[in-house]
Each structure stands twice: as structure tokens, then as C-alpha cells.
């Protein structure tokens, strides 16, 4: 008989070695990364009968906080994060992170769209097709999601967030296929990156503080990560009073 709490998977022994070794990298553990896997599997294939089976694991009271995730009247409780550091435009000259934030906030203002391009190099290979296929659901479905822009340089804080309208991810650097004057005149047309993501209503944040999140894949906490390391994208949330 099985133990309460375990389960046991089978992968080939190469799949093993290459499993171990990433998350000694990365610096969790195989039950939190296979926890997450789990989830992440059950909101792609069925998520309302996800949604319904936790809020019977964990009743009514808890399960208040997964209602109020399906409002568009309340911020999903999913933020993508990511610390800035300085940007090379397209003539080779050097911003730093005011300056680029400062730079897509004016782009947001007078290009006529409402929204701009953000881009990023952050992940080697790119976001994953579930990440991006579960924020672009949330977004479609008219939910809040936020990004929150830190600055580093001995700040190691959040100053900027904004509203995320879409994601674009590839494993090689690609254009975000808009219009030209989707992006900042500062990157130009013919920047490429992995990463894209559409974002609007971008402001300075005084409320949301790195201390108040932790990481999605481990639990730990932002603030001690972007303070101690160079640690720059990822995904936080907010952790109930409790834990």
C-alpha cells in the first residue's frame, strides 16, 4: 500500500539524471516542482473540475479566495515579476531601469494603442506553453493580471506594475509581430526577444512591496531572493495571513 502524501512516477533513467540535476540548479525540490506539475497539468485539462474538487479539499472559507479569482473585479493572485537592470536601445546606448520604465510608459501614452510591447531575454528558453496558454486564458476571460517591475542597485524593490493583456513566448528570439509603433521608438521594429509581453495601464507602485511575496515554485521569499541574488524573472503571489 502506497504512503499517504506520496506517489510514484516512472521516467527513464536519462530523464531522471537531467530531472535532478535541474532542480539542484534551480534550487527546489522534486516535490514542490512535481506538486506544481500536477496543477498545472489539472488547470490545463479541466479547470473548472479542478477549481470544484479543491474547493472541496479545502472547503468553503479558503476556497473564497478562488472565487474572487474568477471576478474581473479582483486581481488574480498570480503576478509575473521580473527586476530590471540597465537596456541597450537600438543605437547601442545604455538605460537604465527608470529610464526604460519611463520609456515604455510614454510609448503606452502616445502610440495611439492604449497598450505597448514589453520584451525580455529573462528565460533562456522562453516562458512555457502552459504558463503562457494559462495568463492568456486568464486575460481573455477578462481577469486582472499584474506584473510588477523591480529595481535593483541596492533599491531591491518594487517600483513600477502594470496590467498584463497578453503573452507571447518563444524559444528563439522572435519580433512581437504588431504594429512598429507597439514597441518603444528607443528598441525599434527590429528588436527580437523570447519573451513579449502586452501591457497597459502602467504605473508607479507604492503599495504592493517585495516582503509581501513569496515564489510560486518554492515558497521562498522575493525579497531575500532579489536582495541576495541575481535573480530577475519569475512568478510570486501573495500568501494568505496563516502561512
Known amino acids: 500500500m502506497g504512503r499517504p502524501g506520496y506517489i510514484s512516477l516512472y521516467a527513464d533513467e536519462k530523464t531522471q539524471r537531467i530531472f535532478d540535476e535541474f532542480t539542484r540548479i534551480k534550487g527546489i525540490t522534486k516535490s514542490t516542482a512535481l506538486s506544481e506539475m500536477m496543477e498545472i497539468y489539472m488547470i490545463s485539462q479541466d479547470e473548472q473540475l479542478y477549481l470544484n474538487l479543491k474547493k472541496k479539499m479545502l472547503g468553503v472559507e479558503v476556497a473564497k479566495q478562488l472565487i474572487l479569482q474568477s471576478s474581473d473585479e479582483e486581481p488574480v493572485n498570480d503576478y509575473i515579476f521580473i527586476k530590471l537592470s540597465d537596456s541597450f536601445t537600438s543605437n547601442g546606448e545604455i538605460l537604465n531601469a527608470e529610464e526604460t520604465m519611463l520609456a515604455y510608459i510614454r510609448n503606452c501614452e502616445t502610440n495611439g494603442l492604449d497598450y505597448t510591447w514589453f520584451s525580455t531575454e529573462s528565460l533562456y528558453f522562453g516562458m512555457s506553453k502552459k504558463k503562457v496558454d494559462y495568463y492568456n486564458r486568464l486575460c481573455s476571460r477578462g481577469e486582472i493580471v499584474k506584473m510588477l517591475f523591480a529595481i535593483g542597485g541596492g533599491i531591491n524593490e518594487i517600483c513600477y506594475s502594470a496590467t498584463v493583456v497578453g ?77
Open 167 to 243: 503573452i507571447i513566448s518563444s524559444k528563439e528570439p522572435v519580433w512581437c509581430g504588431d504594429l512598429p509603433e507597439s514597441v518603444p521608438v528607443e528598441f525599434g521594429e527590429g528588436e527580437r526577444a523570447r519573451i513579449w509581453i502586452m501591457i497597459k495601464n502602467i504605473k508607479e507602485e507604492h503599495k504592493l512591496k517585495a516582503e509581501m511575496f513569496r515564489f510560486r515554485s518554492n515558497g521562498n521569499y522575493l525579497k531575500q531572493a532579489i536582495t541576495s541574488s541575481q535573480f530577475h524573472f519569475g512568478y510570486v503571489y501573495i500568501p494568505d495571513s496563516e502561512e
